[in-house]
């Protein structure tokens, strides 16, 4: 499963962002600075599967899933070396950063800078991870560097790849500028840079703020412009008491502001688009179900999700377009319209595709 490593400053709301989101009940606040990541699996929000249920009228109704860390803040003052580096380590394993950014104004909870600055934050922390790029790199360049001295030159190639990486973090840029070929992203990918990671910025309002989102967002909309960028707000604290609500007391709430999405569940939904992640469905009478699959993957890799066994026996995927069939109401109806496509191994999974997947074992 993808996971989702939740960052920013020291009391900036992580910790309540990842109740909003997840529904949990993390320890928030001064008392909880410093304790144990929080890590909770997150169902993607996907209405589609509330139409499929009509028509499949299954037991059950699974989403697609993403993980969620809410890894305790970048320490600045540098005095813990030990801690530092396990935090450090604990985002690289993740595949997507979430950085919360301070916009709210609350005299009880102290900024560690001293005053309330979002751009200033934003800067702070993405040097901060520029940094630990940088640190990586120097140390491996130093050992190739070493290796070549006694003759060993397979690393060679590795050398132009880094230093354009180091040249790139120099002038103070991320990695996810860069246009890396396949080859390369391969040869990267053990390193796992904070930097080349796709990254949303989280706004993080107060009340009065968010009757101002557009403009707050706006403010910042230099920020989603860059590859593998995304932008939302969220009033956190909010969000999080929502997410403590039964579901009909949340529907009842969003039906009196006439709320079409959550910020919760918005920021959800975005996080799965930043993964480059699309979803595909099955549907039956035991279950309909939303997958997460990245895009450009083939009609075997999806049955490989479902069950290996399927994908060993794959014989063909038989597919309609969620479109259609919402429209058609029934899966009978789709074929008889010519709106089920027979497709092979091959086939490149889009996003929405129904599949019913023949296989023999
Ligand atoms: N007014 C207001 N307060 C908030 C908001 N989000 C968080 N807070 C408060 O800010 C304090 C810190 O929130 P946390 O979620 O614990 O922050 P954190 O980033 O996890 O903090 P550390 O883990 O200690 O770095 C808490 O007292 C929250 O209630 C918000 O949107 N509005
Ligand atoms: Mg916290």
Redesign the pocket.
Known sequence: MLQLGII????????????AISGSHA????Y????AANISVVKVPDRRLERLAEIFNPKKISHAEIEYI?I??LTHDGTDKKKEAAYVHSIRQTDALLQ?V?C???P??AHPAGSIDPKRDIADVDSELILQDLILIEGRLEKIARAMKVGKKEEEPQLHLLEKCRKTLDGGAPLRVLDFTESETKQLSGYRFLTAKPMLYIL????RQCADSVRWESEFSNLSGTPKTALSH?????Q?EIASFSESERDEFMKELGLEELASSAIVRKSFELLGLIAFLTGGPVEVHSWPIHKDQTAHQAAGEVHSDIQRGFIRAEVVAYSDLDRLGSWAKARDEAKLHVHGKDYVVQDGDVILFRFNV
């Open positions: 920013g400053l020291p009391l900036s709301g992580k910790t309540t962002v990842f109740n320890a928030v606040g001064v909880a600075t410093g304790k809410d305790a803040g919360v301070r709210f104004e609350n009880n909870v993080n309002l107060d009340e969220i009033c956190a604290l909010l999080m």
